[in-house]
């Protein structure tokens, strides 16, 4: 029985909440997860099961096809009752089914930018502006301290709405990676005041 | 490093010898079922309030296996990826066994429709992170 009684006894009752991380292949999302994660990096093969049945059981070559794709997946213990999860979305369009999957409850995404590789991110950008609700920030990745672009230049790219935060990060530094997910938060509260009722 | 999860899973269950293969298609063990009564995200976290070992020896293997690995609380995602369990058949069975009320299904910040407070409390939390 789940008594309430069991329950409080062991501090349960624990909200969970979270955040989406897109952009295309390379652009640093495993890098900005493992920068703030708490836990190792989890085999995440069995969220694909779905996708392998029927369509990559054996491709055309003949060769077992045992490759997946890591899918990023981070947690944050915000408060003892209170976990922030982070989903990275897979790259691969065949893996995309996921994404609506793995976003749906997300309070907000990000999506994060290469200025070397804009275009790994069109699709992200163009399914979180066009066939998605959540609310999402774009984040440049600053490689190796360098950052070829001002962010007019990124917006122009990207054709971005305004309203559409653009900020600037290090997927490798801690701070920075927080940051980024405290612009997604802080859009997306700013978001769900706008929509209050009253 | 051992696995409790995956032994009670391999142990030889003369009550089901029904199931001979061990490669079970995984809609098989939902009875072809893909929807759920429980809304369950990647990020629902699923815990056993009380273990009750009476009813884990009458689960099947897999749900035993949800059942026993969820007495530390866990997220959906986790448990499939810990499992190597489909996210659907994970939903489902884990749908019958919150239907038994042997697991608790934990609020999501989606159950509050993300609400300014709970938001406050996630932005709260991350601004106290050390880095």
């Known amino acids: ?198 | 490093m051992t696995d409790p999860a995956k032994d009670v899973m391999t142990l030889s269950r003369p009550k089901t010898n029904t199931m001979k293969s061990k490669r079970v298609r995984p809609y098989t063990l939902t009875g072809g079922r893909t929807r759920t009564r429980h809304h369950l995200l990647v990020e629902t976290l699923i815990s056993v309030p009380e273990f009750d070992p009476v009813l884990a020896d009458s689960l099947m293997p897999e749900s035993r296996a949800l059942y026993t690995r969820a007495c530390q609380r866990m997220s959906i995602a986790e448990l499939s990826a810990t499992l190597t369990l489909p996210l659907g058949v994970v939903r489902v069975l884990i749908s019958d066994l919150a239907g038994q009320n042997a697991v608790f299904i934990h609020p999501t910040a989606y159950a509050y429709q993300n609400n300014p407070q709970v938001l406050e409390r996630i932005l709260d939390g991350l601004k106290q992170l050390p880095v």
């Open chain 1, 1 to 198: 029985m789940a008594s309430s009684s069991s329950l409080s006894d062991s501090g349960l009752l624990t909200i969970s909440a979270k955040i989406v991380v897109a952009g295309g292949f390379g652009v640093g999302k495993t890098t900005l997860v493992n920068s703030v994660s708490e836990v190792a990096p989890l085999n995440t093969d069995a969220w694909m099961t779905e996708a392998s049945e029927g369509v990559d059981d054996l491709p055309p070559g003949g060769k077992k096809s045992t490759t997946t794709v890591a899918m990023d997946f981070g947690r944050i213990t915000l408060h003892s009752d209170l976990l922030l999860y982070l989903f990275g979305t897979p790259g691969q369009s065949r893996f995309w089914f996921l994404w609506d999957d793995l976003s749906r409850g997300a309070l907000g995404a990000v999506v994060l930018i290469d200025t070397n590789r804009i275009d790994q991110s069109f699709a992200a950008v163009n399914y979180f502006e066009h066939d998605s609700v959540l609310p999402f920030v774009v984040a440049v990745n600053r490689f190796e301290g360098r950052f070829a672009h001002d962010l007019d230049e990124v917006r122009e790219a990207l054709a971005l709405a305004d309203d559409v935060p653009l900020i600037e990060c290090d997927a490798r530094d801690r701070a920075s990676s927080v940051g980024v997910l405290q612009s997604v938060v802080t859009h997306s509260l700013s978001l769900s005041r706008i929509s209050a009722p009253g």
